[in-house]
């Protein structure tokens, strides 16, 4: 069974500046994708960023950027130039793509909530 | 383009009742999926519908069901209502089914009384 693990429960970051978010997950599986999800308090879930594992290049979104590490089964996500509309939390999530593995769904870290102060 | 709809944004409802969310992708995805967010268990996955069947659920009990309908909405019904079944309730969509991205709706907040 696969399962995604935030370490970091609260974070805090002022205003312009950079912060990282962590993320451990583990699996078998070599077809999979990964996803940061960020929830703030409006609770509308967005997409932030979407990594494929197959994919050695780290995706990046604008001021959102990955260091994914494959081996070590890491998924961060960093916020440069953090804005106050980046307040929210974070959740981290897998996805299995492997045809006849459990299908469907997301498997979600317990989350991250980040604060951006002024 | 419009997102991932949901209605009702609340709900309440007393103990053993029944409670019906309803969900719309969006336009052009088949595949509907619903989750649990509640507090202190985080977010967990119910069902998957995808051209109108039932494709994976969650480990939750058989008073969970919905449906999927020919335009692709979706309703969850969730029968005999427990205190514990209060969450977020959370409907994604996706464009090529289960290895695709999932985009989510608001939700529905269940309040059971």
């Known amino acids: 069974a696969q399962t995604v693990t935030q370490s970091q429960p609260e974070m805090s970051v002022q205003e312009a500046e950079t912060v990282t978010l962590s993320c451990t997950y583990d699996?078998?599986?070599?077809?999979?994708?990964l996803f940061w999800y960020k929830q703030p308090p409006s609770r509308q879930m967005i997409l932030v960023i979407r990594?494929?594992?197959?994919?050695?290049q780290n995706a990046t979104e604008n001021r959102f950027s990955v260091n994914f590490q494959k081996a070590a089964k890491s998924f961060s996500l960093k916020i440069s130039d953090s804005q106050l509309g980046d307040t929210a939390m974070y959740f981290c999530a897998f996805m299995n793509r492997r045809y006849g593995g459990s299908q469907g769904n997301l498997i979600f870290g317990k989350g991250t909530k980040l604060s951006v102060k002024p | 383009e419009a997102g991932v709809t949901q209605s009702p944004t609340h709900l309440i409802k007393t103990r053993g009742q029944q409670a019906t969310l309803r969900c719309s992708p969006i336009?052009?995805?088949?595949?509907v999926y619903w989750y649990q967010q509640a507090l202190g268990l985080g977010l967990q996955f119910l069902l998957w519908y995808d051209e109108g069947e039932e494709r994976n659920r969650g480990n939750f009990p058989p008073r969970f069901s919905g449906r999927q309908f020919p335009n692709y909405s979706s309703e969850l019904n969730v029968n005999a209502l427990e205190l514990e079944d209060s969450a977020l309730y959370l409907c994604?969509?996706?464009?090529?089914?289960?290895?695709?991205?999932?985009?989510f709706g608001p939700g529905t907040r269940l309040t059971v009384l």
């Open positions: 990594q494929e594992a197959y994919k050695q």
């Open positions: 699996t078998s599986e070599n077809n999979y994708y």
């Open positions: 994604a969509s996706s464009l090529e089914g289960w290895s695709d991205t999932q985009y």
């Open positions: 336009s052009g995805h088949t595949s």
